[in-house]
């Protein structure tokens, strides 16, 4: 995303510097299904955040290097995680990924950073399992729906794919040498999505307006769509129908759904009059739903899958939105007093802090 550091955002981002987009706050106001449950200040800007497997716990990495994680019930900071090299770089944290487990003892935290590292922490002991030094600024990553692997992407065309246990790098992808085949990436890379159900495929997205489709097994991507201009968190791929969701840093066309098979564009969503955002962010939410966030006018939104409807929109929040998670587990949905199929909590950072949400309608 583009406040990783020296990607300010734009159709010309600067690339020697690491620098934050300046933009004015105006105020905040909230329509619809939506509501703000809690804010958490942070001592640095948030660039990513996640939920756990279970829905325990808020992970939320910072500009300045150190990883947090809060109790999704209190948002009470429970663990700190830095070590002598992520405290000596100071460099952000650019992605988080929990690996599930079936004893939460054992519970492992993947995370990049612009430094070029990718940890593997233990949470509850905050000790770094592995640790690999990318050549390059690691910008994104994703885990394998096996939970066996992870795959970084980042400053460079090359996609790095690590074994998780082990810590060593087991396969590499990268485009053809020369140009005129677009099979990879030709510019920076700032998404990865493993596919939920398929173990071996993913795609990325970045600055050079494509989507590329991966088999790990592949040295070059299998096919492209031309399009988006990812700049953040802003892929997703859900499972039931197997679409591709994208979010790109620009006014028009910036939310999409496409076909995973055929590479087809299914539906440009509409924007909201008034509220159009630069997009770092989107997800599918749960089954009824999709949410985007992003800058300009530091906009978070929540969209109804059927009718492509804003269901709920909160724009004029402090920063623009990094980057959202929701809880895939909906345990903190009764820690909040809901039980609706509907409702979903959301964690989202935006600026110096992390906004936990709610889709409830208004009582």
């Excluded at 510097?17 to 939506?34: H, Q, R, T, W």
């Excluded at 500009?63 to 995680?81: A, E, P, Q, R, W």
Aim: charged share 20%; with cysteine.
């Amino acid at each position: 995303m583009s406040s990783h550091g020296d990607h300010s955002p734009g159709p010309q981002p600067r690339k020697d510097s690491y620098a934050f987009v300046e933009e004015e706050k105006p105020v905040m106001s909230l329509e619809g299904d939506i509501k703000i449950l809690k804010t958490v200040d942070l001592e640095s800007d948030g660039l990513c955040t996640r939920y756990s497997p279970d829905g325990s716990k808020v992970a939320v990495g910072l500009s300045n290097g150190v990883i947090k994680i809060f109790k999704s019930d209190t948002m009470s900071c429970i663990y700190h995680l830095a070590d002598d090299e992520t405290i000596k770089s100071r460099l952000p944290v650019t992605s988080l990924n929990f690996v599930q487990s079936s004893k939460s003892q054992n519970e492992i935290l993947a995370a990049t950073y612009a430094s070029g590292q990718v940890k593997f922490w233990h949470v509850s002991s905050k000790k770094a399992l592995h640790t690999i030094h990318e050549p390059r600024q690691v910008l994104a990553s994703s885990v394998s729906n096996d939970q066996q692997r992870l795959v970084t992407v980042g400053s460079s065309e090359h996609v790095n794919i690590y074994d998780i246990h082990t810590g060593k790098k087991v396969h590499g992808c990268e485009p053809s040498p020369g140009s005129l085949v677009m099979d990879g990436h030709r510019y920076r890379v700032f998404a990865a999505k493993y596919h939920p159900i398929e173990s071996n495929t993913f795609i990325t997205g970045g600055w050079d307006d494509t989507i590329q489709f991966w088999d790990e097994r592949q040295e070059r991507s299998l096919r492209h769509i031309f399009g988006p201009h990812i700049c953040g968190d802003g892929l997703d791929i859900d499972s039931k129908f197997n679409h591709v969701l994208s979010a790109s840093w620009r006014k028009q066309d910036s939310l999409q759904v496409w076909d995973f098979g055929s590479g087809k564009l299914i539906k440009t969503i509409p924007g909201d009059y008034g509220a159009e955002s630069l997009l770092y962010s989107c997800q599918w939410m749960g089954k009824n739903h999709m949410v985007c966030g992003g800058c300009d006018t530091n906009m978070l939104k929540i969209i109804d899958k059927t009718t492509l409807a804003t269901s709920g929109i909160v724009v004029g929040l402090p920063g623009g939105v990094y980057s959202v998670d929701y809880d895939h587990s909906r345990k903190s949905l009764h820690q909040h007093g809901h039980s609706s199929q509907d409702v979903t909590i959301l964690s989202a950072v935006v600026g110096k802090s992390v906004i936990i949400l709610s889709n409830a309608p208004k009582s």
